[in-house]
């Protein structure tokens, strides 16, 4: 594909705009068209001087599109992502992929009948931190890895719209939300664990979980995984810990350490290069210009699947995820 690769955004949230401010500055690329019926995403549209289409059908076919990027609400995934494989073009999607693994397998098999490129966007696998961590895991330098612990921890997410994040069968409530990132990380540098043990809490007013903990089985290696949206103004926390047979590392959400006897510490370089505002409640990084600059890489390539967020991963994540939510699901 040699000239700049033309795409269409369907949604125009807060994720939707992360997105665009990425692709502003990703080379050969550019958001041609936006896809919305809302008054919203028409005059997002104008602002960015771009036509805005009613679905994406119209979109394909009344603009020069590559790719279709999907950043709408979960409940609407697997349709938009039908739809847009259907109309010949790869695509990029939000995470979750769905909300469930039956409906992620559909989508991903579509593609692959296709010979179309699906990337859902797990954006902690473009982190440097999580990068290392497969890195000091796989080469084995300080041992087999002991102990996981991995927080993400917010206030209630009082900002959603129309109240849809609080609907299990539209957003798949906190497990789906938080959790999610976590449990990718945990799934693709650990493996597929044996099982699991879940707690959790909520109020007595509340219809969805507040706070979920879960324990992970993998025989000698220990992983414990917490998420919570909190009843109180608590500061966003996101950070892990992993334990090794010859030392520790340590994410604190703002440094990656690794500490042993008889060493200094070793701080990890993981300053992005780039680095791009989101207007979200993540703090200016380069995690989402790494991962779609990624995905539009694989797609000059013809479309080739991802080795960052693959197949059976996303599967495995699904898997496990519904049987965390189960309580929830009546």
């Known amino acids: 594909m040699s000239r700049a690769i033309h795409i269409g955004l369907v949604g125009v949230g807060g ?32 602002e960015w001087g771009v036509p805005c289409f009613e679905s994406i059908t119209a979109m394909v076919k009344g603009c020069d599109i590559d790719v279709v990027d999907v950043c709408t609400p979960t409940y609407t995934h697997h349709d938009l992502v039908l739809e847009a494989l259907g109309c010949g073009r790869h695509v990029i999607c939000e995470k979750p992929i769905v909300l469930s693994a039956a409906d992620a397998k559909e ?29 000091v895991v796989q080469s084995g330098e300080y041992g087999k890895p002991l102990d996981a612990c991995f927080e993400r921890l917010s206030a209630c997410p009082r900002w959603a719209q129309d109240g849809w994040l609080f609907d299990v ?10 959790h999610i990132h976590d449990l990718d990380v945990i799934v693709s540098v650990f493996g597929k664990p044996k099982g ?18 879960i324990d992970y089985d993998y025989g ?19 950070r892990w810990r992993v334990y090794f047979e010859n030392g520790m ?52 390539a013809g479309g080739v699947p991802s080795p960052w967020v693959t197949r059976e991963q996303l599967l495995t994540v699904m898997e496990i995820l519904e049987e965390v939510s189960a309580p929830w699901r009546k």
């Open 15 to 46: 994720m939707g705009k992360v997105h665009y401010a990425n692709y502003q500055i990703l080379p050969d690329c550019a958001v041609a068209a936006v896809c919305g019926t809302s008054e919203r995403a028409r005059a997002t549209a104008a």
């Open 249 to 300: 590392l340590i994410n604190d959400g703002q440094s990656l350490t690794a500490y042993q006897f008889g060493a200094e510490p070793r701080v990890f370089d993981t300053a992005d290069e780039v680095v791009v505002s989101t207007g979200i409640n993540v703090p200016p990084c380069g995690w989402f210009y790494t991962e779609l600059g990624h995905f539009l890489d694989c797609i000059r």
């Open 220 to 238: 000698a290696l220990h992983v414990n995984a917490e998420a919570a949206w909190f009843n109180a103004d608590t500061p966003w926390t996101a």
């Open 107 to 135: 989508m991903l098999d579509e593609a692959e009948k296709r010979g179309l490129g699906l990337y859902i966007a797990q954006v902690l696998q473009f982190t440097k931190e999580v990068r290392a961590l497969r890195q």
């Open 196 to 213: 699991f043990r879940l707690t959790s809490c909520q109020g007595a007013d509340k219809t969805y979980p507040e706070q979920m903990r």
């Open 169 to 178: 069968d539209k957003s798949g409530l906190l497990p789906y939300d938080l």
